[in-house]
């Protein structure tokens, strides 16, 4: 698929001014659709195969998690495709597989009458989902990144991160509403009608040019960014965790299932609102010393989550949990991408993100299982005990920036 539609831009543009929000929001607008698309049967898809097809809670949250096998696989490979033929071509791709993935969630609805031939055509659309992520989330963040100016960088991320989380926040929610009304075929159809119209919006943008040289080997950029990924995939399991299983969650506790959505809405309405409100702490602070603020609240928030007798102390331990987590990935990914050169930063961003795509498929298996062991309560505790890793990590990396720079002086 060919992007030359526009004369390109030159590979870093705006260097000398900050770029305006809505040059930034035409950018991650293409995230938001991706999340949107995840977001939309977020809330559904747990329950349509844990009760109206008949399996088991592990195979539910393996139907929502499966997607990040994909998505992992491909995550080098967007990168790839960003840094050599350019961001735009990863998002054009990525607009397509996810109008793909919406017209084969209308297939599953269609064949609910034969649950095994359903729950294939599901993972199907799963699995082409995850791959539209990935192309389409990295392609937008490099796009981004290329064309406001590398000194950027944090900014891009946390319009990136907005657009993310507040697609997941309106698309949970939403896609309860479409299901109740019309059932699991509409979001499908929702879904494939906003892939088919991105794509032509991507297709009229101005793309930028690749730049030439040696890259980076892939093995290098994963060595460099590894322990940074680490931190994002052990802090990111609190929402992996929130987000896969907490329509079950009020289930089992008896509780109103539509506020398992706004439990959803809350953690993304907060994570925005920290997104907004603290962005520029990173610029002045450093990113290690916010992500270590910001994992010690988001363990509140999952603590509180963990002890919830309520609806109501779910939903605040949910928002706490997201006004945390909202600043990890754009703090420690600023440190993780300066550690490799400027023509190989689309396949960092897509390593790196890669380690969230293993977060959210590891936690639909290995939290299932305890929660076949000891209930849906301790999957939250669990997830306590993965962000409190983090956050270690992250002291462990403190540590060691601050000896570099003692060395250096």
């Given amino acids: 698929m060919s992007a030359i539609t526009a004369p390109a831009l030159p590979a870093e543009t705006l260097t000398d001014e900050s770029p305006g929000a809505l040059r930034l929001i035409s950018f991650v607008y293409f995230t938001f659709v991706c999340y949107l698309s995840i977001g939309l049967p977020l809330a559904v898809l747990p329950p349509y195969v844990h009760y109206k097809m008949g399996y088991s809670a592990a195979l539910a949250g393996l139907a929502v998690s499966i997607q990040y096998i994909a998505t992992l696989a491909s995550r080098p490979w967007a990168g790839r495709i960003s840094d050599h033929a350019g961001a735009k071509v990863s998002v054009l791709w990525g607009m397509a597989m996810c109008s793909a993935s919406g017209a084969l969630l209308v297939g599953a609805a269609a064949l609910h009458s034969t649950p095994w031939m359903s729950l294939l055509t599901l993972i199907a659309s799963r699995l082409v989902l995850g791959v539209g992520e990935s192309l389409g989330s990295t392609g937008a963040t490099l796009w981004g990144i290329t064309s406001a100016g590398s000194r950027h960088t944090a900014r891009v991320i946390s319009y990136n991160g907005v657009a993310t989380y507040g697609g997941l926040a309106l698309g949970a929610p939403l896609g309860v509403v479409l299901d109740q009304q019309w059932g699991l075929g509409s979001i499908g159809f929702l879904t494939m009608v906003l892939g088919a119209v991105s794509l032509v919006f991507a297709w009229r943008k101005t793309p930028v040019v690749v730049t030439h040289g040696v890259h980076l080997p892939f093995k290098h950029v994963l060595g460099r960014v590894a322990p940074h990924g680490m931190v994002l995939a052990l802090g990111g399991i609190g929402y992996s965790v929130l987000a896969t299983f907490v329509t079950l969650y009020y289930a089992s506790q008896h509780w109103n299932p539509n506020g398992a959505a706004l439990c959803l809405t809350a953690f993304g309405v907060a994570f925005i609102a920290a997104r907004l409100l603290f962005i520029r702490t990173i610029d002045r602070f450093g990113g290690l010393q916010v992500a270590i603020v910001c994992l010690v609240v988001e363990s509140v928030g999952v603590l509180l989550i963990w002890s919830a007798n309520s609806p109501w102390m779910a939903s605040a331990g949910a928002a706490l949990a997201g006004f945390g987590y909202s600043l990890v990935f754009p703090a420690v990914g600023v440190e993780a991408v300066k550690r490799v050169p400027m023509r190989s930063r ?34 939250f505790l669990y997830a306590l005990t993965m962000v409190l890793a983090s956050l270690g990590i992250v002291l462990v990396l403190r540590q060691l920036q601050r000896g570099q720079v003692s060395d250096r002086l």
């Fill in 346 to 379: 689309g396949t960092a961003l897509g390593v790196y993100t890669a380690f969230a795509d293993v977060s959210f498929f590891l936690t639909g298996p290995l939290a299932g299982a305890v929660i076949g062991f000891w209930g849906y309560r301790s999957v």
